[in-house]
């Protein structure tokens, strides 16, 4: 359990930084398009070589169907309670977002955060080897998260103070996924396959989208370097 909440720290903390982007001007933002694509490719493959199989080792019979409800319930609050969601660099100039938007957003991000957490804490509960690629794979997508949430809230009229808090929302809401599995070990079988299939929404729906905004090819060449990063981890790591 100490590793997992170490390393769910470290996540957090990423959520964070990725808040002091948008707060600090003097930051380069640009860098944040690689790491949505590093991380879509990361977490896609995590997702359909490691975190889908365990999930099914758990139970044949309810996986799929917990694995479908993780997917299903983002598409719901991207598509109903927060309808400016995006993912990525965010610049949101839009005039017409609104506190309400905001607040939404935040809500959104914070479930989805949650479980983050969930997730590196299930990967642990069953193996260091999962516990560190689930964490990588979100790793790699918690700064643009963190630059996400903080650039709605600017834009929906709240100051940059208010804007970096909500990145640390984000943060709780990483340790407390990782917690709610440290304390439950046994809520694995439920909270694993949701987070797959939470992991699978966020990398082909939110997170493949925006690498495909980007023109010719070497956006598509750091996708396609996050899954390589993946099997050659596999390669030298085997049932870490």
Not at 74 to 89: D, N
Request: overall charge neutral; some cysteine.
């Amino acid at each position: 359990m100490r590793l997992s909440l170490i390393l769910g720290a470290v996540a957090a903390l990423a959520d964070i930084f990725g808040g002091l982007l948008l707060v600090r001007r003097d930051w380069e933002k640009r860098y944040l398009r690689y790491f949505v694509a590093l991380g879509a490719g990361f977490m896609m493959a995590a997702a359909f070589l490691e975190m889908l199989p365990e999930s099914f080792k758990l139970s044949m019979e309810w996986a799929p169907v917990l694995v479908l409800g993780g997917y299903c319930a983002i598409h719901l609050l991207e598509h109903t309670i927060t309808p400016h969601f995006h993912f990525g660099e965010e610049t949101h100039h839009d005039e017409f977002l609104t506190r309400h938007t905001g607040d939404s957003v935040l809500l959104g991000l914070a479930v989805h955060a949650l479980f983050d957490g969930v997730a590196i804490g299930s990967g642990f509960a069953l193996s260091n080897w999962l516990g560190w690629i689930i964490f990588l794979a979100i790793f790699l997508h918690k700064i643009p998260e963190g630059f996400t949430v903080a650039s709605v809230m600017v834009a929906s009229g709240r100051s940059r103070t208010n804007a970096f808090y909500s990145a640390v929302v984000l943060a709780v809401a990483t340790l407390a996924g990782v917690l709610v599995i440290g304390l439950l070990p046994g809520w694995v079988r439920f909270g694993l396959p949701i987070s797959a299939g939470v992991a699978v929404y966020v990398a082909a729906t939110d997170l493949v989208p925006e690498v495909n905004r980007e023109p010719g090819i070497r956006m598509a060449l750091v996708f396609f370097s996050g899954v390589l990063i993946f099997f050659l981890l596999r390669l030298l790591a085997p049932g870490m």
